[in-house]
């Protein structure tokens, strides 16, 4: 019998080593890592980019920030620094929790409830960071 080990810890493994090879700094890089590097933007840096600045008759930074809450939602556990960091963004954009959770909710029709879930524990550890900072 040959010894069955858990292919995802076989490609985390090589992940890990193909890291260490390319850069031995990024051998203890993980997700909360990745989210230090992608500071909140403010308000006004959304609206111009991703808001109605260039696009005027378009949807604005936070309905777009929903929107995207929703897809990352319904990708579930794999996603989970970009719904903390998306969340952040939200919450600068000036969503209420209200409608994050009204957001998150709705995703569950397609995602599942565990996705949502999961969401929903994310977005309430950031909007609970979120009041602490207040």
Same mark, same amino acid.
């Given at each position: 019998?040959?010894?069955?080990?858990?292919?995802?810890?076989?490609?985390?493994?090589?992940?890990?080593?193909?890291?260490?090879?390319? *850069?031995?700094?990024?051998?203890?890089?993980?997700?909360?890592?990745?989210?230090?590097?992608?500071?909140?933007?403010?308000?006004?840096?959304?609206?111009?980019?991703?808001?109605?600045?260039?696009?005027?008759?378009?949807?604005?930074?936070?309905?777009?920030?929903?929107?995207?809450?929703?897809?990352?939602?319904?990708?579930?556990?794999?996603?989970?620094?970009?719904?903390?960091?998306?969340?952040?963004?939200?919450?600068?954009?000036?969503?209420?929790?209200?409608?994050?959770?009204?957001?998150?909710?709705?995703?569950?029709?397609?995602?599942?409830?565990?996705?949502?879930?999961?969401?929903?524990?994310?977005?309430? *550890?950031?909007?609970?960071?979120?009041?602490?900072? *207040?």
């Amino acid at each position: 019998m040959t010894d069955a080990k858990n292919p995802f810890e076989q490609m985390m493994e090589m992940g890990q080593a193909w890291a260490k090879a390319v *850069s031995p700094g990024l051998e203890n890089f993980t997700p909360k890592g990745f989210e230090k590097m992608f500071p909140t933007m403010p308000a006004e840096m959304m609206e111009q980019f991703m808001g109605k600045t260039f696009n005027p008759g378009g949807l604005d930074a936070k309905t777009r920030l929903l929107l995207t809450l929703t897809g990352l939602t319904i990708q579930g556990a794999q996603a989970e620094a970009q719904i903390r960091l998306t969340v952040r963004h939200l919450v600068e954009a000036g969503a209420t929790q209200q409608e994050i959770a009204e957001t998150i909710a709705q995703a569950a029709i397609f995602g599942g409830v565990p996705a949502m879930t999961k969401a929903m524990e994310l977005a309430t *550890s950031v909007l609970d960071e979120e009041e602490g900072d *207040s």
